[in-house]
């Protein structure tokens, strides 16, 4: 599992993170305390909310490459 921190400025910020993450063919989750939502699903990362640092676990051992460079907009 390849962890790192997310940070949305705004909904573009999240809309432009669901098209990136949808294209994953394994799971990926966003964490914020104790609360636990699929980063695939629009109104779960909408939940979440905005201006806030969340985790973000991709449950494969090594993402592909270009995976962090597609997500440096939001990553921390």
Do not use: Q
């Not at 790192?4 to 964490?31: A, H, Q, V």
């Not at 609360?35 to 629009?42: L, M, Q």
Request: with cysteine.
């Amino acid at each position: 599992m390849k962890v790192g921190k997310i940070w949305f400025e705004s909904m573009e910020d999240i809309n432009r993170f669901l098209n990136e993450t949808e294209k994953c063919p394994y799971d990926i989750d966003l964490r914020w305390g104790s609360r636990v939502v699929d980063a695939k699903s629009v109104i779960g990362v909408a939940t979440l909310g905005i201006k806030k640092e969340l985790e973000l676990c991709a449950h494969i051992a090594e993402p592909e490459p270009d995976f962090y460079s597609r997500l440096s907009f939001c990553m921390r």
